[in-house]
Structures are given as structure tokens and as C-alpha cells.
């Protein structure tokens, strides 16, 4: 099964990178280290290396006398084979290796994409049942359901068989799922085609079922609709629900025509042949060389170079195939199971619609800024801020902010947020020429223009371009505070432009303005 990892924590942290070089279970390892092949190259290089004297062993022989002497051992002449000569096949080696397994590689993720895609199809059949069928006819949903479901499992078990035929555990275990029933179980053991065609084929007859249904009791609501377009709607839904079978469908035909049509067996052959040739030739060369290294460095050399090369032939192996009980194969019980959980989850939502009401705790941030629902920018700038590691059941609150620091002209909201900004005025009419617009600021002065505010209207008293200062006996702010934006007086709306009709062509020739 898949094996979930970090790679991040793995590869660039103290902890994980001995966890990474030491694992055994999920790695080439385990599948190199017990084949042929490995043991093979590595003890025929053992073998050379003691037949060519690469090893100070001696014989041990009894003497006439009865005594015990050693004798060194005689080697054998192995012949002498150049380097170049041995490893001219390596790049080629490599390059169809390196074929091999990206072709794997890109078949393993077609498959991953046709099992997700199955999931999804579930997905959408079941939102077309739950939105096109009566809410109370809850066996005619899940009847039409459940079809579908037991194809996925029909297929995923199908897999396993040498023919595609299944045991009796497993069809044991797609009822006590409560997918199918026992008559339905022996019609699909009988039926020679595809199986999880034929569930599909139940599954739309179910649906069609429940759409008459559906539209019986709409006409038995409204006569007058049931005259107009009702038999073409369900001509229209049905062909949505054959749409989303025959998908469904087609996943399950690449799967299996993908499996039955591997990388050709030439090509495979070709591999292994070239593999075996070249590890036996790098076996000889390390022990009968001129320049031959010692035992304690090829050996290891033999090890590394044997584990890489039958390592990425046998991961190419597995990838090619990613249905069985490997370590990279897809965890198929895993999907069926989420596909079951999100359709009965699905079926089961009561929930109703809320048309043009909002429920309790939703805003609307299409609404203006002087609407009771309507988003302000303050809880805007909260609710788009990245979520901290550590919860909290309440959002900070801001300090109280010192004496001098001017307030926010805005009313303060129903919940505590972090970092308030002051709100955005209330569009004013424009002021008069040399005057500005006080829109916050202290609530009996506009510091911007350093001149005192008219608390009816809003307006700065003193042209902007006085440069008067409160903090230099100037004029003093006034002493009434300013209004709210809730408070200030609403300006008159302008008037609407009139639109004149365009005249007649007999009021055009009265008036002598008609234009030929």
C-alpha cells in the first residue's frame, strides 16, 4: 500500500535524514535484495575474486610426520579484460532503464487518474439521484446508488483474478456492504460480459424510474406545467445520467485495457538480458583486472552498482502494475470506502434552501456600508488573515490606545477584532472651494488641515491652506464633539435628468425641422 512521508522533514532535518538512508520496509531494498539476479553477480564476483588469488587463504595439509603445516594457495590466471571494453554498455544500460521506468511511471498515474475519476462519477451520480428524485423515496435513491457502488467493487476485485473472475469471499463481502443482494449476485456470476457494465445498466434503470416519479408528482402539482416540455426535461435528465455512465464506464475500460497492455515483451527481454550481461561483465573486471582493486572495495562496488540498477528495474516492475499488495500499489479499499462514505453521506443532508434570507452569523458583502449585513473593512481585514498554529476561541483584542492617538470615527463593532481600521465616511457632498472635509481624525478637529470642524456639517472652519496648528496658540478646537457618520445630515438626492421623448415626425414638420 502507499506509504504516506514528509519530504521536506526527511530530507533537511537532523532527525529525519538517518530515518530516511536506514529504512528497509518500502524501499528498492526489499525487493532487490531477495532476487536472482542480485545473488547471482554477487557471489559469481566472490567466487572470482577467491579463484584469482584476490583472497590470502591458505591450504591446510597433514604432514608424513603427523604434523600440521599451511600452504599458501595457487590461483588461477583469469584473463585479462580491459575496462573500456567491459563498460561500453553501460549508457545504453542506463537509457533503457531510464525508458522503462518512465514509461511505467506515466502509466502509473494514468491509472491513479481513472481510479480517482471512478470516485468522482460516484460523486456526481449521487448528486443527480439526490436533486432529480423524490426526497422521501429514500430506497429508490439509494437502489440507484448503490449499483453504481457495487460496479466499483466488482471492478477493483475483477483485477485480482487471473480471468477476471472473483471468489466467493469477496462477493460475500460486496453484500454485507449492502451493495447487492444474493439474486443479484448469481445474475452477475452468470452474466458473461462486463459486470460492472451491466450494474451501470441497473443503476440507470433505477434513475429513470425515479425521474417518472418525480415528474408525476410535479404534474399532479401543476396540470398546466405538465403539458409544457415536462417529457423533454426528462429526456434531458436522463441523457445527464447515460453522460456520467458511460464516464464512468470508460474509466473502468482504460483500467483494464491498460493492465492487459504492458510495456511489449521484447523490449522487456531485451532489458533483463542487457542487465544480466552487464553486471556479470563488471563481476569478471573487478576480479581478474591488471589494476584489480582489492576485495574490500569491490565488493562493495559490486553491492552499490548491482542494488541500483536491478533496484530501478524492479521499481519500474511495480509501478507498471499498481493493483496487488506492494508497498506502491493504490490502497483500493481506501477508495471504495470513501466513495460509499460521501454517498450515503450525501443522501442523508437535510438540509433546506434560505432563498433571500441570510441564517444567523452571515453578512453580505454585496450589501452597501449603511446596511445592517453588510462586511465591514475591519472585519473584512480579520477574516482574510493567515490562521494561526495555535486556536483560539476569541480573537485578540487591541490595547486601549493612548490619550493623544486620534480615535476612528466608527462605531464600534458587535465583536472584538484585531488591529481596527477606521471606517470609510459616508459619501458627503462635496465642500466648498478652499475648505476640506474632515472624515476622521480627533472628534473636535482635523488635524489633516490643522483647522477646527464644523461639528453640523463635517466642513473645516478655516481654509486648509492656513496652516494653523492647535499645538501652536492658534485657534483652539471647538469644544462640541463631532456627530457620527450615523448622525449627519443625509444631503439632498439630485434631481433625476428628465428624459424628453424624441418628437413625432408631424411635430418635426410644424415645427419646419423635418429632414428628409
Not at 22 to 47: D, E, Q, V
Not at 288 to 311: E, K, N, Q, R, T
Not at 339 to 368: C, I, M, S, Y
Amino acid at each position: 500500500m502507499t506509504i504516506p512521508y514528509n519530504a521536506e522533514s526527511l530530507s533537511g532535518s537532523w532527525v529525519g535524514f538517518p530515518r530516511l538512508f536506514l529504512r528497509y520496509k518500502g524501499t528498492i531494498l526489499s525487493g532487490t535484495l531477495c532476487g536472482p539476479m542480485f545473488w547471482l553477480t554477487n557471489l559469481l564476483h566472490l567466487a572470482l575474486c577467491f579463484i584469482g588469488g584476490r583472497f590470502d587463504i591458505k591450504e591446510k595439509v597433514d604432514a608424513a610426520n603427523g604434523t600440521k603445516v599451511w600452504e599458501e594457495w595457487h590461483p588461477v590466471d583469469l584473463i585479462q579484460v580491459d575496462w573500456a571494453s567491459t563498460l561500453v554498455g553501460m549508457p545504453l544500460l542506463f537509457f533503457f532503464i531510464v525508458f522503462y521506468n518512465n514509461n511505467s511511471y506515466n502509466r502509473f498515474y494514468q491509472l491513479y487518474g481513472h481510479c480517482v475519476g471512478m470516485g468522482g462519477r460516484c460523486m456526481e451520480w449521487t448528486y443527480l439521484i439526490k436533486a432529480h428524485s423524490l426526497p422521501e423515496d429514500r430506497a429508490g435513491q439509494w437502489n440507484s446508488v448503490r449499483f453504481v457502488l457495487a460496479a466499483m467493487n466488482i471492478l477493483y476485485y475483477s483485477l485480482f483474478g487471473d480471468d477476471g473472475s472473483m471468489d466467493e469471499d469477496e462477493w460475500s463481502v460486496i453484500m454485507a456492504r449492502n451493495l447487492l443482494s444474493v439474486n443479484e449476485v448469481s445474475l452477475l456470476r452468470a452474466y458473461k460480459g462486463f459486470k460492472p457494465f451491466l450494474c451501470l445498466n441497473w443503476a440507470a434503470d433505477e434513475a429513470e424510474r425515479l425521474l417518472s416519479a418525480r415528474m408525476q408528482a410535479e404534474a399532479m402539482r401543476n396540470p398546466t406545467a405538465a403539458a409544457y416540455g415536462m417529457e423533454v426535461r426528462t429526456q434531458m435528465l436522463l441523457h445527464e445520467f447515460r453522460a456520467v455512465a458511460f464516464d464512468f464506464r470508460n474509466h473502468c475500460g482504460q483500467i483494464i485495457n491498460t493492465l492487459k497492455q504492458p510495456v511489449p515483451f521484447p523490449y522487456f527481454h531485451l532489458l533483463n538480458v542487457m542487465l544480466l550481461v552487464q553486471l556479470l561483465a563488471l563481476a569478471y573486471v573487478l576480479a581478474s583486472s591488471d589494476h584489480a582493486i582489492p576485495p574490500v572495495y569491490s565488493i562493495p562496488i559490486m553491492f552499490l552498482v548491482s542494488v541500483v540498477l536491478i533496484g530501478m528495474r524492479g521499481l519500474a516492475v511495480k509501478l507498471a502494475n499498481p493493483f496487488g499488495t506492494d508497498d506502491t500499489d493504490f490502497d483500493i479499499e481506501v477508495y471504495m470506502r470513501g466513495a460509499f462514505t460521501n454517498a450515503v453521506a450525501h443522501l442523508r443532508d437535510e438540509r433546506k434552501t434560505w432563498g433571500g434570507e441570510l441564517p444567523q452569523g452571515v453578512k453580505n458583502p454585496l450589501l452597501g456600508s449603511g446596511d445592517a449585513h453588510s462586511v465591514t473593512s475591519a472585519e473584512t481585514q480579520y477574516a482574510w488573515r493567515a490562521p494561526a498554529k495555535v486556536k483560539s476561541t476569541k480573537p485578540p483584542v487591541e490595547a486601549d490606545p493612548k490619550p493623544d492617538k486620534p480615535q476612528p470615527l466608527m462605531q464600534p463593532p458587535p465583536t472584538p477584532l484585531p488591529m481596527q481600521q477606521p471606517m470609510q465616511p459616508p459619501m458627503q457632498p462635496p465642500p466648498p472651494h478652499g475648505y476640506g472635509y474632515a472624515p476622521s481624525g480627533h472628534p473636535t478637529y482635523d488635524y489633516a488641515h490643522a483647522a477646527p470642524v464644523d461639528p453640523a456639517t463635517g466642513y473645516v472652519l478655516t481654509p486648509a491652506v492656513s496652516g494653523l496648528s492647535p499645538f501652536s496658540g492658534g485657534i483652539p478646537p471647538p469644544q462640541s464633539p463631532l456627530p457620527r457618520p450615523h448622525q449627519l445630515p443625509r444631503p439632498a438626492p439630485l434631481p433625476r435628468p428628465q428624459t424628453l421623448a424624441a418628437p413625432s415626425p408631424h411635430q418635426q414638420h410644424q415645427s419646419g425641422d423635418l429632414r428628409l
